[in-house]
């Protein structure tokens, strides 16, 4: 499996504070990707990264925006946190080849 | 991307052969069949993937009708390790998109001892 971690690996804040996730990935993958997961949705794309400083908008964007300065690194920022981004999160990466995408442990976010 | 329709739950018995199955009639002559699993509580894995010919891997057998309309996931010795979600995804492989995946509701399947 490709190296990929994810900090933190649990986390609970407030609405209104901001919150960043951290994937970091060791095989130097092109592609990065940040998924939510909630009961009853499935796995649904919020942004992805195609290269260091690229990156676009997923199915469910609106609250979220990233960052990848490195292409070990994406980050997924809330800027303000709202209850309904409570969910797990999961980062991606893929080589770009045969759509083959590797999953971090995810993160679990509970915002009160 | 072609909408894939999959049974929401199946048994099978530990030992036995489980058979996944996925419609995908609305699949375009460019599209591959891909399937993923996630066990409980941890991030999806990639199982195998394939454009018209069967395939298998070390994990999995992947068979598709000759008009491709469907195909059906093979674990031929199923585990209780193997109780997860599968999903079956189609999709063209290396767009422009960024090779984004589309993952539905999937099969939660069920080896029971």
């Known amino acids: 499996d490709a190296g990929i971690t994810q900090s933190p690996r649990h986390k609970v804040t407030e609405t209104g504070t901001p919150v960043t996730l951290r994937c970091h990935q060791t095989?130097?993958?092109?592609?990065m990707y940040w998924y939510r997961q909630d009961p009853g949705h499935g796995l649904r794309l919020i942004h992805y990264?195609?290269?260091?400083?690229?990156?676009d908008k997923g199915e469910v964007s609106d609250g979220y925006s990233v960052s990848r300065s490195k292409t070990e690194d994406f980050l997924l920022t809330l800027e303000s946190a709202t209850s309904s981004q409570t969910s797990v999160y999961f980062c991606?990466?893929?080589?770009?080849?045969?759509?083959?995408?590797?999953f971090g442990p995810g993160t679990r976010l509970t915002v009160l | 991307d072609a909408k894939t329709t999959q049974p929401t739950s199946m048994d099978c018995a530990e030992g036995r052969a489980a058979n996944l199955p996925c419609n995908h009639s609305?699949?375009?002559?460019?599209?591959?069949v891909y399937w993923y699993r996630q066990i409980h509580s941890q991030g999806p894995q990639y199982i195998i993937h394939g454009l018209k010919n069967n395939e298998t891997n070390e994990m999995a057998s992947l068979i598709i009708t000759e008009d491709r309309k469907s195909s059906t996931l093979i674990l031929p010795h199923a585990t209780l390790r193997d109780t997860a979600v599968y999903y079956c995804i189609v999709r063209v492989e290396g767009n422009n998109a960024g090779n984004m995946l589309t993952f539905g509701g999937g099969t939660r399947l069920m080896v029971k001892p």
């Open positions: 609305t699949i375009s002559g460019n599209e591959y």
């Open positions: 095989e130097n993958h092109r592609y």
């Open positions: 990264s195609y290269g260091v400083k690229d990156t």
């Open positions: 991606a990466t893929s080589s770009g080849t045969y759509n083959e995408q590797f």
